[in-house]
């Protein structure tokens, strides 16, 4: 599991609806919340953190804390 998926487990998201409103794919959703490798972009991560009210920055800052 991502950073991003801990953070989709804390606040019970619904992938499905983070698809819809962002316009990713629910596979690309998932990929990016399960799988360590796969590469998030900022646009990517800016569209997810509008869609489930988080701070962008603060997102980033958490999902990229190991970098």
Known sequence: ???L?????RK???KAE???KTGLSSPRISELTIN???KL???ELYLIAR???EDP???LDYVCQDL
Request: charge should be positive.
């Open 57 to 59: 920055c603060k997102l």
């Open 12 to 14: 019970s998201i619904n």
């Open 41 to 43: 972009t900022a646009a």
């Open 18 to 20: 983070v698809a819809r």
């Open 1 to 3: 599991m991502t950073r």
């Open 51 to 53: 869609a489930i009210d």
């Open 36 to 38: 360590p490798k796969t």
């Open 5 to 9: 998926g801990e953070v989709f487990n």
